[in-house]
């Protein structure tokens, strides 16, 4: 039997605390599984004394988490306090440079600083692993860099913010705004302490600049994600994009493309048989397609204890196994800097607008449209008993500036009674 992988875990908060609660209970499994036992030496957060629901006894304590991952007696240190930068970013170096294996599931702090910490890891031979910053319990970080190796990555996307995924399908589910259920998830626990982490989309582009920097040899680069949040879908959106037959999802994209690297995070309109338009509540899914194995889906529990501690346990599990691999799937001195694309891909386009009802007016936009080389798929226009009609319009296939400059025409039209909406649809 080898020695005990003996641990530091700074943070007992959600994730902390579930993984100490999984060594605890499932140490006889580990032990069979690993051929060794996973043990923790110290453990530190900002206070000592609050009762965490589990037993601590037996830990050493740790007011100061950089003294932990510094400790002589850990061999891993388990960085569960999140945060950008300060004590999170301070005690993962410290750890790094006492030449001791890091585990964390801190998506911002790799988002930004990914890169740096990797070059502090794989210089000094040791591992930086983060299977829980991605889509909580969803192994996509090992499904990327080990199960996908041998395939050339195309496009990876998906849902990866429970938080907006709740919010927008109890939005279509109740009929309310967004208002009331962003009241809603807040009193039920849901969103991050600053919520904008969640609604301004910012939490899922983390995730998106790391999964895009394993698919694509390139540095993380979140400065380049083209990034917008739910805080403008409206109801009368998430009503008109299902009678066209789609759903409204805080959709991830990252892909390659002959202009760069394009990723984006932004509400986007799905079908809804699709496996994203059918994905309901807080449920991560993130899709992967390579040249040789096609697309694939992966579809669970993208936060909590149980799933996100999971994730924590197989890095701890990888590191006592002995694996030793790349932070990115590749050695990060190998890895380019990102050049973000200058435009989108073309897509079709969902336009939601309401015009003036007056002769001529859908006559007009179907010109500032068709002048822009934006060619019209379907159309839709609603009884009304006021002067303004709703409209709908799915266009062909088009690229963004095309859409823009029909958009600045359309304001010069007079037949506007309001802002039009304009939403990509995404193919799936
Ligand atoms: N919760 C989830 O579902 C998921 C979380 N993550 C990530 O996991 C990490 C942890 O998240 P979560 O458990 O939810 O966070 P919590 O807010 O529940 O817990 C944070 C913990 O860190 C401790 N802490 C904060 N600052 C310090 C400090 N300066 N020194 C020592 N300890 C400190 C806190 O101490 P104290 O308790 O005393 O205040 C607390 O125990 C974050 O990076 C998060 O993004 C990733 C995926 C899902
Ligand atoms: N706020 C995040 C937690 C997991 O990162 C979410 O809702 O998905």
Redesign the pocket.
Known sequence: MSEPLRLGIAGLGTVGVGVVRIIRQQAALLEARLGRKITISAVSARSKDRDRGVSLSGYDWENDPIKLATRDDIDVFVELMGGEDGPAKDATEAALKAGKQVVTAN?AMLAIHGAELAELAENNGLVLRYEAAVA?GIPVIKTLTEGLAGNQISRVMGV???????ILTRMENSGKTYEEIFAEADGLG???ADPQ??VGGI??AH?LALLAAIAFGTRPDFAGIQLEGIERVSIDDIRAAADMGYKIKLLGVAQKTGRGLEQRMQPCLVPDTSPLGQLDG?T?MVVIEGDAVGQIVLRGP??GEGP?ASAVMSDICDIARGWRGPVFGQPVASLQSAVAATSQRPAAYYLRMTLVDKPGAMAKIATVLGDAGVSINRMRQYEHTDTNAPVLIVTHKTDRASLDRALCAMGTTGVLAAEPVALRIEEV
């Not at 990866?160 to 709740?166: A, E, I, K, L, T």
Request: aromatic share 10%; net charge negative; with cysteine.
């Open positions: 998506k909580g990866m913010n429970g938080s907006c995924n709740f849901y969103l991050e982490l969640d939490d899922a995730k807080g991560n993208g936060a996100t």
